[in-house]
C-alpha cells in the first residue's frame, strides 16, 4: 500500500509538471528572441539581447500587433519598451494599458501604438504576462518605424478568448514612464472566422498533457496487476 501511495504521489507530481510547464506562453509576433531558459527570470526570459547585434524587425509607432498563445485560462498582460543596452537597469516605457485575458490560447493586439519620439530608435520590447504561476517574460528586439503596420492574418483571437484593461500591481511595478491609463476594452482585434478551431499551439498544449496523463495512467495499471 505504501508503495503504491508514492507511486501516485510521483504520478501526480509529474503530471503537474508536464501541464504546468506547458501552460507557459510564447511571444508569436513580433518574433521573439531566444533561446529562452527560464521565462520567470526577467527580462527577458532568461535571455539577454545585445541591442548591438540582434536582428530587429520593423514595428510602426502609429499601430502595430503583438501576439501570444497562452495555457493559462487567465493573464495579465504588460507591453513595455527601452532603447537602454543595459537591460538589467532599464528605464522601462509602458506603451499600452495593462490587459486581462480569460481564456486559453490565442491574444493578439492589432494596434499597439509607440510614443512619436521613439521613431528611428532600435529596442527591445518586452511582453510579461501575470498567471497563476507567476510573472512571465519575453522579449523581442524592434526598429520603430513611421505609419501603422498592416494587419497581420495571423492576429486574431480564439473564440473563447475576452480581453479588457485592468490593473496589476506587480506588472504596474516593472515599468517607470507609462502611457495614461484608460478604462474599458481593447480596440477590438481580429476575430477568428466562424469559430475556427484552436491555434496549433493550444492544441499542442492540451495534446501535451493528455499524453503524459494516459502514460501515467498505463503505469500504473502496469504496477498494480
Do not use: K
Request: hydrophobic share 35%; charged share 15%; net charge negative.
Amino acid at each position: 500500500m505504501a508503495r503504491l501511495t508514492s507511486l501516485s504521489s510521483f504520478l501526480a507530481t509529474t503530471l503537474a509538471l508536464a501541464c504546468g510547464i506547458q501552460a507557459h506562453f510564447t511571444l508569436d509576433y513580433p518574433p521573439p528572441l531566444g533561446p529562452v531558459e527560464d521565462q520567470s527570470a526577467g527580462p527577458c526570459g532568461g535571455y539577454t539581447p545585445d541591442l548591438s547585434t540582434v536582428e530587429t524587425t520593423d514595428f510602426h509607432v502609429g499601430g502595430d500587433a503583438i501576439a501570444v498563445s497562452t495555457g493559462h485560462p487567465q493573464n495579465y498582460w504588460l507591453y513595455r519598451i527601452t532603447i537602454d543596452d543595459d537591460l538589467t537597469s532599464a528605464n522601462w516605457t509602458q506603451v499600452y494599458p495593462i490587459v486581462i485575458q480569460t481564456g486559453f490560447d490565442m491574444y493578439c493586439q492589432p494596434a499597439v501604438t509607440i510614443p512619436e519620439e521613439f521613431e528611428g530608435q532600435t529596442a527591445i520590447l518586452s511582453v510579461v504576462g501575470h498567471a497563476t504561476d507567476g510573472l512571465l517574460y519575453q522579449c523581442a528586439a524592434v526598429q520603430f518605424v513611421s505609419g501603422e503596420g498592416s494587419r497581420l492574418e495571423s492576429c486574431s483571437n480564439h473564440t473563447d478568448v475576452d480581453a479588457s484593461f485592468d490593473n496589476d500591481a506587480e506588472l504596474a511595478s516593472l515599468v517607470g514612464d507609462s502611457q495614461s491609463e484608460e478604462s474599458g476594452s481593447p480596440s477590438s482585434p481580429t476575430e477568428t472566422p466562424d469559430g475556427a478551431a484552436p491555434s496549433m499551439y493550444g492544441s499542442m498544449q492540451g495534446l501535451g498533457c493528455l499524453v503524459t496523463a494516459t502514460a501515467m495512467v498505463l503505469l500504473a495499471a502496469g504496477v498494480t496487476i
